[in-house]
């Protein structure tokens, strides 16, 4: 005779539960299910935006879902960079991260609205662009020496120059030019690097210190003036500019560097597949000669990737922390 089985009604509620759970879509779902959500924290325009826009439809291509962009951009990157730090930590809202925002602009804060190294899951780095000193057009000025020269010369404040915003990835190199030369220089940040071009080509700010991509183009149509790169060689495209290191700054060297971060801790699955796709985008042809011919260097293979990208970052963070004790900027 066969004894039907009776399960007790609290292993009944459980293994109910249990169904349930493994029939759901979010236990079974394959990353990624949808689309992802890109926070640029950079104004649109700008050499942060333009490695973004170059990197995205390739990943997207390879991941199988769109990414769309949103730009955040204000207070250096810390604006868009705190909604992201905020974000929920499925590998669905990533931070297309930088100097400003992972950087500096959280070292200039005496209450840092976020920590880059703990709310925040490297990815991998995508480019690396060196920054130079560019002039409005009509400046009788052709290198460094004659920048500093006329800046004194004309009394006032000296010469404006314009950066993505205090705390950005240009403005604290430009304090350590202004310390190391005594160049008289009226700092004029504004709400990204892409924001502050139409002021130089109308002349209302005298020059800019920001990446060689945002203003190569000017500098070959003579719109405006490049005086001095921040690398550590001349650059092959703009020969005729001096380094930093050529006038006389030893080891002056400045740059900004893009990359992808995802709001920690994101699922180790969703990182793998990310960097993944970043890997295939940064192998493009198209990609790397679009980076180059504007003077930007693809991140070296081993940047590429979580440990590369978080060791870097580390790094960056130290470094950026003695260079503001030399040039007496203190977190406001």
Known sequence: MNIPMILPRRNFIKIASLTALLSSKDVWAKYPDHPIHLIVP???????????????????????????????????????????SHAQADGYTLLWGSNGSLVNSPLMQKVPRYNPLKDFQSIGLMSMVPMVLVLRKGLPINNLKEFIAYGASNGGAGLSIGTSGVGGSNHIPLELFKKATNAKILHVPYRGGGSALPDLLGGNVDGLFTEVSTVLDMHKTGQARIIGIASSQRSPLIPEVETFIDFGLNNFTAFTFNGLWATSPAPADCINQLQSALAYALKNPQLIANVTKHGGLIAPVELQTPLGAQKFLEKEINTTILAMKIANIEPE
């Open 42 to 84: 950079l104004a649109v325009g700008g050499n942060g935006d333009n490695m973004a826009r170059l990197t995205q439809p390739l990943m997207a291509s390879q991941l199988g879902q769109p990414i769309v962009i949103e730009n955040r951009g204000g207070a250096g990157g810390s604006l868009g960079t705190e909604i992201a």
